[in-house]
């Protein structure tokens, strides 16, 4: 390992600490280093507050003055709630910068970059640029599309079930894989169900984990047939927004309105139109979604191309019956050649149970990040 990739490793763990703290803002870290020794550490950590770069060299002062800034993103280069990142760094007497990857942001591009080095400061760029591109990957896709990153969650059974035939859930995966469930919650800007989920199961949808924050709850609701009695309305543990369509009962949702929940409208007849859903996300600044949806919806997502990451909780069980619920059902695909492939994959085991991260492949030879 060479010191390049151990102080960018430090500046990518401390980034990756503040998961769900900075939507719609990337996770960065930064690190100087001068005279061999770390005089000053930073990590962006929330949207608005001072970008990680500052927070470091604010720790160095006048150790800065001719050290090594290590930083997982392009320092930025333009106004927004913060000052330019580049700017501070040239300020603060700084001789070199050592980036993991340039900022996809279409006001950065480049141009961090380009003001140090019209400044005769040495900049490396690509140190640990995949484990920072990874890390980003909710940001890349947001600040570059306007829409939000979409991750699809399940917990089933070996053989695919997320009920039995009767329709019991409770409960398929373990204690261990829950609570990882609710980190995944915390992570995410909002959390997405079908209204069935809500008239059967009635759940909160909340992230419980200390010092965790709570995801916007949406709901798909064609008709607007929420109980009104239902948590997601009455708890105020979250803000919870509902998609419908024109189908929807004009008296119902002036009192879901008046009940402080947020009501959308899509073009959708039958269902929801969930790629206006996306669109309409991405444009209430809402960067992140994971969706814990019964079948039909996954796969209207998937259908659609919109599904960006699957993350599955396999439970050691089989359960078997043509009646029972799947995780993804909808028509389905006529030819396996049209199957759609996961790609970059993992698989974790938690307790007895196996977590399976892939991303969906749609376009041959890429990737949907």
């Given at each position: 390992?060479t ?8 500046a ?23 005279d ?24 160095a ?9 290590y930083v997982?993103l392009?320092?930025c ?35 961090g ?13 690509g ?12 940001f ?6 306007k829409k ?13 079930k ?22 995944l919650?915390?992570e ?18 909340t ?5 965790g ?10 008709k607007?047939?929420i ?12 803000e919870t ?42 444009e ?18 998937l ?9 599955l ?11 029972a619920?799947?995780?993804l ?7 396996m ?19 399976f991260v892939?991303?969906p492949?749609y ?7």
């Open positions: 390992m010191d390049h990739t151990f102080y960018m490793d430090l990518l763990q401390n980034a990756k600490a503040m998961k769900g703290q900075t939507d719609p803002n990337p996770l960065v870290g930064s690190v100087i280093v001068n061999d020794r770390i005089v000053g550490i930073g990590t962006h950590l929330k949207a608005g507050e001072p970008h990680a770069e500052i927070h470091a060299i604010r720790m002062g006048e150790k800065a003055k001719g050290g090594t800034i997982t392009e320092p280069s333009h106004h927004g709630r913060t000052g330019p990142c580049a700017v501070a760094i040239k300020e603060a007497g700084l001789k070199k910068v050592v980036i993991a990857t340039l900022d996809p942001n279409p006001l950065v591009a480049g141009n970059v380009k003001i140090l080095e019209e400044a005769g400061i040495e900049v490396v760029i140190v640990r640029a995949e484990e920072s591109r990874k890390m980003n990957e909710v890349n896709k947001f600040i570059v599309e939000p990153f979409i991750t699809l969650k399940a917990g089933t059974t070996l053989d695919g997320i009920a039995t035939h009767a329709l019991d859930s409770k409960w398929i995966t373990s204690a261990a894989s829950r609570q990882d469930v609710h980190q919650r915390n995410n800007m909002a959390i997405l169900v079908g209204v069935n989920t809500v008239i059967e199961d009635d759940p909160e949808l992230a419980r984990i200390p010092n924050r709570n995801p916007i709850r949406i709901v798909l609701d064609t607007l047939r109980p009104m009695d239902s948590k997601v309305v009455t708890d105020k543990l979250a927004w509902i998609f419908t369509t024109e189908q929807a009962d004009a008296a119902k949702e002036q009192t879901l309105l008046s009940h402080g929940i947020k009501v959308f409208q899509t073009s959708g007849f039958s269902r929801v139109n969930v790629t206006e859903v996306a669109e309409m996300l991405g209430q600044l809402v960067s992140s979604v994971l969706i814990e949806g019964g079948g039909s919806i996954h796969a209207s997502f259908e659609n191309h919109l599904i960006d990451k699957a993350v909780y396999f439970a050691p069980k089989l359960v078997g019956g043509k009646d619920p799947t995780f059902e909808g028509t389905g695909f006529a030819k050649a049209e199957a759609v492939e996961l790609t970059d994959t993992d698989i974790i085991k938690i307790g007895q149970d196996f977590k892939g991303y492949l376009d041959k030879g890429e990737t949907k990040q």
